[in-house]
């Protein structure tokens, strides 16, 4: 037997189903993984990379198991994601995130360098990156907050937008990443942010009319259209995406924000500043020593909040957004921003996923994502029934 297909069958056995094809496609996926033999680790050599998994090298705990800082003989640094025995929900995580990341490639997305299922262990072996997640810098809590200078922010909501508009269209398939949020979006050395943890991403057909899925994410950055009804389509990222950018210009995490006891939460805080003309009160006090491009600022506030409009209709798609940030013009006026208990005009009845009412849309548009064969919806295990502060996050 072939090296690939020996750890081609030490992937599969514990996640072996009895559908199958689930089963079968699962094989095939992991098929093509195991077969790029460059990317195969022994686990011997990543237990020396960490030093045994020692817990000074620990960097946090993920959505199936520890995560741990190594550098490998040829220098490299890397980030190991450790898959946890006794986690029945990490298995599935294990073999999802690796048949997704194993077929996405883009420079704002979170790089998957290696695999190893040796000696009853498996593990992903990521890029290391040493600024690790953005909500360990951007947040009041933290002291590195005047390390972010505009010109830095600004670059991440670029490259963040870059990296969903990848996702979501340029990829050869369709990516709904379903929690978006600070702590998911990891700064290389050069300040170039990486959209990470795809644990729970899953593969639909194209001729899918609509999908039925419980709802995973994080409180406060789920669009309400998804946490009432269980609507999904693509503007669940874009409205998540819009709280995130609201965040870095303010420094203010919308889960807890309480600078206006009356403002019910960040982004009605944002929206009452914005159209009474006070954008500048909005922004970060961390940035007060810094030269601020006034104009591009304002700019950014007006195409957060529409992006966290009530209705998903009325939300820019990705590309929309980088245009707007590429080619700044006149931009439509927001109104009142969603949240949970909204109404948007929903019809009576209609229960089916907006998901499909944005595949026949791109389709009738000639939006090159109408060809892709399948979509896949990634997000963490963390749920709307679920502490967010409960949970550690992935830190590489």
Known sequence: MTKPNKLLDSLLKPFKSHKKGIENEKKDDLEAIAAQEQKVFSFEALAS????????????????????????????????????????????????????????????????????ADEGEKLLIYEYHPNQSLDKILFPDTNRRQELDWQKRFDIISGVARGLLYLHQDSHIMIIHRDIKASNILLDQKWKPKIADFGMARLFPEDQTHVNTRVAGTNGYMAPEYMMHGQLSLKVDVFSFGVLVLEIISGQKNSSFDLQADSRGLLNWAWKLWKNGRCSEMVDMALGSFKLVDEQVKMCIQMALLCVQADPAQRPTMANVSQMLARPGTLAE?????????????????????????????????????????????????TTTTNPSSRSTDVF
């Open 334 to 382: 927001p109104t009142r921003p969603g949240y949970p208990g909204v109404r948007y005009g929903r019809k009576r009845g209609d229960r089916t996923s907006s998901y499909s009412k944005s595949r026949s849309d791109a389709s009738s548009s000639g939006d090159p994502s109408s060809s892709r064969t399948a979509v896949a919806i990634a997000a963490t295990t963390t």
């Open 49 to 116: 990379a960490t030093r045994y998994f020692h817990p000074e090298n620990k960097l946090g705990e993920g959505g199936f198991g520890p995560v741990y800082k190594g550098k490998l003989d040829d220098g490299r640094e890397i980030a190991v994601k450790k898959l946890s025995k006794s986690s029945r929900q990490g298995k599935r995580e294990f073999v999802n995130e690796a048949r997704l990341l194993s077929r996405v490639q883009h420079r704002n997305v979170v790089g998957l360098i290696g695999y190893c």
